[in-house]
Structures are given as structure tokens and as C-alpha cells.
DNA sequence: CAAGACTCCTGTCAGC
DNA sequence: TGCTGACAGGAGTCTT
């Protein structure tokens, strides 16, 4: 399940294979993922050139000078190269093919949570992208911000900071693997919460996501080799995913409760 | 506006 | 062993 650093590191992967190579056909089996692929995007894209790639939030823009391809992996989704000619699978739903004959960039989706978008204009005034909070790991994503946001909001901290309008790329896994490093309990108020602590959890959450995207880093070479598959990270979790076990900080054991639909796993002692 | 529910989709896994 | 059903999850959209 892709969360930022995977984004980010199928970002790098793929960027330095892609510049400066033209599309010659963009074969799209399956048009209908989170929304329909945009119908134009085959006859716009066709024939470009790509200059360079960028990522907002989740949201990875692939441009030309024609206009910006936007990919959203969602939960199982996944870019990466395959030899000419490689025969699908029934997941892979698309591929870009190029001028040059040498590897496709194929995009294969399980779930098909993802998206894959195309606009003439700027990419960062899309609809889906415009409103969007700042990266979490700029200078942009700070206290000031945050508490300020924060004031008055009655919303769960957690739910609030998986907010994107409030700040891109805090999934669930690390939303609860943040909060337990903030000690901070994932239904306190948002609004119901010190400037002090809200200082630390940006430091944790900003932690949490480098030392993910570094892990990632060491596996970048997966992402263009021969099984096409994007080897995820072996993160050692905190909390996501160990409830009924042991507090790796007190022993007590983790709770599970469910917050918007999603799982939420902490530690009643530590977090407060 | 804010908060919470609902929705898309399919692989995985528990339970029978 | 095979089948059924619950569940997970990003994030936009709808409902209250």
C-alpha cells in the first residue's frame, strides 16, 4: 500500500529512465480506476517528450511540454518497466510505450484505487491537487501551522493530521506509527492539544516519513529490474498492525479501536 | 463549515 | 478442501 515514501521512491526509480524519451503509443486496457483515465490523454500525450517528473502529496505529475500525466497509485498500485513487447497480466492496465523501443513503463493496480489523469494546464492548479496541504517534510509543514489549524477542531488528532487539506502523505501506517512516537493518543482533540506537543509530533511525523523514504532508497534498483516488482519496505512498525501485542516501550499491551473506518492501534499507557 | 459515513475494488484470511 | 463473508485501505464525495 503505497504511502508517501513509496511514492517518493517509485518516483526516483522511475524518473531517471523517463526523461528525455518520447511516447510513441499508450496502450490503456483498462480506462476505469478510481475515476475514468482522461479520454484525451492518449492522443495528447502521444508524440511527447518527457521533460521531467515532480510529486505532490501522493499525487506523481509526469510532464511535457504538451501537458502533465497525473499518477495516484492508491492502495495497490505500481509503476515500473517492463522489456518490449512483455505480454500483460490481468491487472496491468496500462502501458506507455516509447519512440526508442527500449523498456515500457507499465501501470498495474489490483484494487484500482489509483488514478491516472491528464491536463493541459499547470498540474498544481488541478482540482484534486490545488487544495492540498503542505509536504510534510518542507519547512512549510510546521508548529505554527499546524496549531493554528488545529485551534478549535474537535476532530480526532489522527483523522486530522490523515487530512490531507491539512497536510499531504500521513497515512494510515504512519498517522499511528507518528502518534505513537508524539506519545499522543489517537482520539485526543485535536484543538484539545498544547503548542508543546504539536511541536514534537511534527518532528515525529517528519522522522517517521524520512527514515521510511531512506529505507526505501535501498531498494530503487528493484523498481527497473526484470520482475518489475517494487519491493516495499521492511519497516519495523511500532504499533500498526501489533495490536494484542506488547508496547515495545512498557509491555503493556496494544490497543485496537477504529477511527473514520480505519484501524488505529496505540498504547494506552504511553500515549496520552 | 465541521464531522462522520459511505464508496470504489479485489486479494487475503478466518471460519465453517 | 472449498466456499462464503468480513476486512483493509486513500481519499473524494455525500449526508447530517
Redesign the pocket.
Known sequence: ????PE?ETTLRGIEPHLVGRALSQIDIR?P????LITPELAPDMTGQVITHLSRR???IGVHTANGTLIV?????GSLYFVPEETPPL??DHVDFRFADNQPWLRYTD????G?ILWTKDNWLDH???K??GPEPLSDDFNVELLYSRAK?????IK??I?D??IV????????NEALFKAGIKPSR???NISKARLAVLVECIKMVLDAAIKQGGTTLKDFVGGDGKPGYFKQELSV??RAGKPCIACGKVLK?I??????TVYCTFCQT
Open positions: 500500500m503505497p504511502e508517501l511514492v483498462q476505469k480506476l478510481r475515476w502529496g501522493k499525487y495516484h497509485l492508491g492502495m495497490s490481468f491487472h489490483p484494487r484500482r484505487f488514478a482540482e484534486l491537487i487544495h492540498l478549535g477542531r474537535k476532530v480526532p483523522t486530522f490523515m490531507s487539506k499531504v502523505g500521513v497515512g494510515n501506517i504512519y498517522a482533540m485535536a484543538g500498526y498492525g485496537e477504529r477511527q473514520a473506518q480505519r484501524s
